[in-house]
């Protein structure tokens, strides 16, 4: 779980699913070139925790997207 900022980049260069808030304007953009290979939380918000909550409920009931997401991001 992170924000949106340059930790991405790493991450993705590593293969490393992850969960990601945007808590910043200038990071939508890096949000957006990710695309959809990773968990986006939304918006940081007070509440992100149920976000969270919901996003590792559905990881653990579907771990094959885990391993789909890792190989995506490191490409």
């Known amino acids: 779980i992170t924000a949106a ?3 991405i980049w790493e991450f993705s260069y590593l ?3 992850m969960m990601v808030t945007d808590i910043a304007d200038n990071q939508k953009g890096i949000v957006q070139a990710i695309g959809q290979d ?3 939380l939304g918006e940081w918000h ?3 925790g149920e ?3 919901s996003s ?3 990881i653990i009931n579907r771990p094959q997207e885990l391993q789909i997401m890792s190989h995506k ?3």
């Open 51 to 53: 976000t969270v909550i």
């Open 15 to 17: 293969g490393i699913p």
């Open 38 to 40: 990773l968990f986006y």
């Open 46 to 48: 007070p509440r992100i």
């Open 5 to 7: 900022g340059s930790s």
């Open 73 to 75: 991001i490191s490409q």
């Open 56 to 58: 590792l409920n559905q």
